[in-house]
């Protein structure tokens, strides 16, 4: 994989990342729905567009990528090309989140984050207990909880 791409092909990798209906958001989702869970999607309304909403609940879940949130773990490595760029990049995206973060919790709404890791690579847990797992978080009542790779 040592490969050396140009700008044109990276720039078009990148482009193609999705934002929304990522592999794992799709998991947390189709987890949660077999088990009777119905959630708005990305509301755009609401300070970051959580992935998942559930209003009765007051509460959402962000299923947050390593490499865009800046996540202290395996599936992060700074970027080796355009430090600049991509350092302000990442570090606006986890800026945003704090903030989202601090005026979802004002409006009295719970916060659940799901890193990727949790659910991809090496440090991941088997999918059904990511799921049960936030299925005992939308049960409680804990303000704020983060569900991350081991």
């Known amino acids: 994989m040592g490969l050396n791409k140009t700008d044109p092909v990276r ?3 990148m482009a193609a990342i999705k934002s929304k209906n990522t592999k794992p ?3 947390v989702r ?3 729905h077999a088990m009777g869970y119905r959630y708005y999607l990305h509301r755009r309304s609401l300070p970051g ?3 998942l909403v559930f209003p009765r609940r007051r509460a959402v879940i962000f299923v947050n990528g390593c490499f865009w949130h800046r996540h202290n773990c395996h599936l992060f490595r700074w970027p080796k090309t355009r430090k600049k760029f991509w350092f302000e990049k990442i570090e606006g995206n986890a800026c945003n989140d704090k903030r989202n973060f601090a005026s979802l919790r004002k409006d009295g709404w719970r916060i659940l984050v799901i890193w990727e ?3 991809r690579g090496k440090t991941r847990f088997p999918e ?3 799921i049960l797992r936030t299925a005992d978080w939308l049960e409680g009542k804990c303000q704020f909880e983060v569900i991350q790779g081991r």
């Open 11 to 13: 720039s078009r990798n």
């Open 117 to 119: 890791c949790a659910l």
């Open 128 to 130: 059904e207990q990511v």
């Open 30 to 32: 189709s987890g949660l």
């Open 25 to 27: 958001e799709v998991a």
């Open 49 to 51: 567009s959580p992935d």
